[in-house]
Structures are given as structure tokens and as C-alpha cells.
């Protein structure tokens, strides 16, 4: 197996170069003695530093180690917070920085809750030969028994095999490494829920067509207190347009008088080219009527005749109502649409579906998913209907829990995705495309949150500085 830098990694994948093993470190035996090998392409993080590796090593592994030993680097948050949670003592001396910037910042608690907690799935039970109708999937004590007996399947998996006659002959190190990786997963998770249980929730268990489990999670309601391991510098500096000083000092257990906050008096964009209109169609929400849902439908078909040869994007809440508006558009509009989330039932991805509508003059895309990370520039889109205020879930437990005990937090959780999909069409000052907002809900959120508003959204809500 040879290293080489391939930028296109379909193309690396059909020259074969690509990892295929996986395994950087493993296990081996050599004249009957278990031994640790470390692939040989595998640099060292003082050869990098002293520039001394071997040209042919590990691309990946290059990358990692010149970002850690720069005087500056960018990470994406799940590779920089795995190493802060599993590898910091490892890397410690590369990991004093006097400051580090947080882009994105309202989205650091989607990446903190990945590392926290346990995800419980069917093939895991199945590994470990337990029977699922023995626990309750409701209760968070029968969870916690349900992650020790894994914890304890995979100890006993590990020690029956080491014992098993064949091993001494033909060891598998390479099974070990893994059953050991989730034993250890299993029983770090059983340690951290047990020891505050009143801050971990158990959401409802997801299962196939015939009502067999398939996977569950275990998440914290409160990551404050999981924060500060991720945010080890003397400086931070945490970016974006819609956060709130308030709700992110609570939600990331920040003491408000050690923080300042900046918020830009105005938008650098002219307001002419991002006017927002707030239509006040209906009012939707569960408990909305059918003639409600049908009314906000029509009025997307008549903005979508307004704007008959342009680009466009629409916004809604779920997966369900993008369905229930493609069902009930006219004909001529419904050609029009690309329904396009970050996982496509033909198998495209979101970005071949963008670059589908970017050929089509005058395509629109119907998404529940693009309200922010998509980059919609110039005549990709033109104009953008918010059909439906983005209230998180609270049928969903942990968002439940999280709402009753943070009350806050709701309310800046839907404001900030809200404004995040004002966005999506007007990417530059020069750039240009008009919003309608047709929910009516949309008034009591900016009502409910007049406090946490930016202030460079001041001019677009029409609010008073």
C-alpha cells in the first residue's frame, strides 16, 4: 500500500487508495508473543514538527499533526473535539493557545451532545446476545442496566476469547481492539449517566416497520457542566449572527460578567436587497386546521407565480409538510420543485441536488433541512418562503425536558434557526432576494424573543434601535 495525495476521494477510492484496514495501531504476535505494531505510514507528531517524516506518509495523519504544531489552525469542531475529549493529555503540549475562535457558535451544543451520553443500537444488543423485551425503554434505570450488561458482554466477549484454546495460535488482535473500544464506550457512558441521572433523558427508541427496536439515546439535558473540557484556552471568541448572549452563557456555563458581547449595530447588507415580508397568512402549529395549512399552501403557489422565472427556495418544519406542499401546489409549480434534505429517498445527496436546481432557470428547492450551511448566492435563489415558524420538536423528550427546564433556550433555539434561513439567499453585498414569512407564529416568536434579537435584524423586523 503506497500514501499519495488524491484531492477527489471517489477518484482515490477507485485507484485504491484508500485505507482499507483502518487500523493504525494494532495488535500481532510474533514467535507466539502478542506485539504492538504501528503502520508504517504513520508519522510521528515530532517528526512533523521536525519536519522529518517520510514524504509517503499517511495523508490524514500529515494534516492532523502540521494543524496541531502551526502557530494557527482550522479544525472542523468534530475532529478538534475529539482530540479534546479523548487525546488532550496526549497532545497537551500542542494545545496551548492563548485564544481559539468558535465559528458557527449556535450550533456548539449539536457538536458538545455527540460526545456525551451513549447511543444504544440493535446490532450492539444483538452482539452481545441480550433479549430487548427485557428492558423498558422508557426508563432511564433499566438504560443504565441495558449499557452495564453491554459493558459486561463485551469484558466476557475480551476474556473468553484471550482464554479460547485457538488464540495462543492465531490470535485476533484486531477483533480485541474493537470489542475492547466498545467496552470502554459502554463503560465510560454507564459511569457518567449514573453518576447524575437527573440530568440525562431518554428519548423515545426508534424502530422498524413491524415494532422492532432498532436504536435508542441517552443524552444529558444540561451540557454546561460537559462545556468547559472543549473550551481550553485563555480566550475565546465565539461567532455568529444570531446568537444570544443570555441563553449561550446558560446553555455553555459561562458566567455573563467574564463575557463580552459584541453585537454589530448593522447589517453590512443595503436593507433593499434582503426586504422581508411578514404576511401573517395563518397560524400553524398542531393544532392548526386543514383550511390553514391549505391557505399557506395557495399563497406559496401565488409567490411562486410572482416569481415564474426565478430560482427560489421554501422552508418549512418537517419532512411530512414539504409532502403535504408539493401534494397541493399546481401542476406548473410542482415541476418547478426539488425536494432536497441531507438524505434524498433516490440516494442523491444535497449537494447534487443543488447542483441540479442551479441548471434548472427556474427551479425551486423545498427542503426542511437547508435552513442554514447552504450557500444559496446570487440567482440560485431570488426569493425564499418561510412556510413554517422551525419550533424544535417537543414531543422529543430531551427537547421537552430541556424546554421546561431552560425556557430560554426554546425560544433561542427557534429565533436563531429562523434568522439562520433569512440567510440562505443573500450571501454578499451585492447579492439580493426578498423573504416571505406566511406563518403567523412567526410574530409571537420575535415577540417572545425581542430581547435576544440582533440588532442587525432591527431593520428587516421593522423594530425600533
Known amino acids: 500500500m503506497s500514501a499519495e495525495k488524491i484531492d477527489n476521494s471517489r477518484r482515490a477510492m477507485r485507484w485504491g487508495l484508500t485505507c482499507e484496514k483502518g487500523e493504525c495501531v494494532e495488535r500481532t504476535s510474533k514467535n507466539g508473543k502478542e506485539v504492538i ?14 519536519n522529518t517524516q517520510d514524504p509517503q506518509s499517511c495523508h490524514y495523519y500529515l494534516q492532523k499533526y502540521e494543524a496541531l504544531v502551526a502557530k494557527h489552525s482550522l ?3 468534530h475532529a478538534f473535539f475529539q482530540i479534546m475529549k479523548f487525546n488532550k493529555k496526549l497532545f497537551e503540549d500542542y494545545l496551548d493557545r492563548k485564544v481559539s475562535v468558535f465559528d458557527e457558535a449556535h450550533k456548539i451544543e449539536d457538536q458538545i451532545i455527540q460526545f456525551v451520553g451513549f447511543d444504544i443500537f440493535a446490532g450492539q444488543v444483538d452482539e452481545c446476545n441480550l433479549n430487548p423485551d427485557r428492558y423498558d425503554f422508557t426508563d432511564l ?5 441495558l449499557t452495564d450488561d453491554i459493558a459486561y458482554s463485551y469484558a466476557k466477549k475480551i476474556k473468553d476469547i484471550k482464554e479460547s484454546p485457538g488464540f495462543e495460535n492465531d490470535p485476533d488482535y484486531e477483533l480485541i481492539t474493537r470489542l ?10 454507564k459511569i457518567d449517566i449514573s453518576s447524575d441521572k437527573n440530568n440525562f433523558v431518554v428519548n423515545d427508541p426508534v424502530r422498524d416497520l413491524n415494532g422492532n427496536f432498532r436504536t435508542i439515546s441517552v443524552k444529558p439535558i444540561d451540557v454546561s457542566k460537559f462545556a468547559n473540557e472543549f473550551f481550553d484556552t485563555e480566550y475565546q471568541i465565539f461567532m455568529s449572527a444570531t446568537i444570544d448572549k443570555q441563553s449561550f452563557c446558560e446553555n455553555m456555563g459561562l458566567k455573563k460578567d467574564e463575557v463580552a458581547f459584541v453585537d454589530t449595530p448593522k447589517s453590512p447588507f443595503a436593507l433593499k436587497n ?3 415580508d411578514l404576511l401573517n ?3 400553524l402549529s398542531y393544532g392548526s386546521t386543514e383550511e390553514d395549512e391549505l391557505e399557506v399552501i395557495r399563497t406559496i403557489d401565488r409567490i411562486l407565480d ?10 418549512t418544519s418537517s419532512i411530512p409538510r414539504c409532502q403535504k406542499i408539493l401534494r397541493y401546489l399546481s401542476p406548473k409549480n410542482t415541476r418547478r420543485i426539488r425536494i432536497c434534505h441531507s438524505k434524498n429517498k433516490d440516494g442523491k445527496t444535497q449537494d447534487e441536488v443543488i447542483s441540479e436546481h442551479a441548471s434548472d432557470p427556474t427551479g425551486v428547492l423545498l427542503s426542511s433541512s437547508l435552513w442554514e450551511g447552504v450557500d444559496l448566492k446570487d440567482d440560485l435563489s431570488r426569493f425564499q418562503i418561510i412556510a413554517k415558524v422551525p419550533y424544535p420538536n417537543y414531543k422529543e423528550k430531551r427537547i421537552k425536558a430541556k424546554m421546561d427546564k431552560f425556557p430560554l433556550w426554546y425560544t433561542s ?11 440562505r439567499s443573500i450571501r454578499s453585498e451585492d447579492d439580493w432576494a426578498r423573504t416571505y414569512v406566511l406563518d403567523a407564529a412567526a410574530n409571537n416568536v420575535f415577540f417572545k424573543a425581542q430581547q435576544m434579537i440582533p440588532k442587525s435584524y432591527y431593520d428587516v423586523l421593522g423594530m425600533d434601535e
Not at 37 to 50: D, G, H, L, M, R
Not at 141 to 145: A, G, H, L, T, V
Not at 180 to 189: G, I, L, P, S, V
Request: hydrophobic content about 30%.
Open 37 to 50: 505494531e504501528t503502520c508504517k505510514f504513520k508519522p510521528t507528531i515530532k517528526q512533523v514538527e521536525e
Open 75 to 77: 479544525w472542523n469542531y
Open 141 to 145: 434505570d433499566s438504560m443504565i442496566s
Open 180 to 189: 475492547e473500544r466498545r467496552y470502554d464506550r459502554a463503560a465510560q457512558a
Open 274 to 276: 434582503r426586504n422581508v
Open 281 to 283: 397568512i395563518r397560524r
Open 306 to 315: 410572482e416569481h415564474s422565472d426565478k430560482r427560489g427556495l421554501i422552508l
Open 413 to 423: 433555539q427557534t429565533l436563531t434557526k429562523l434568522l439562520q434561513g433569512f440567510g
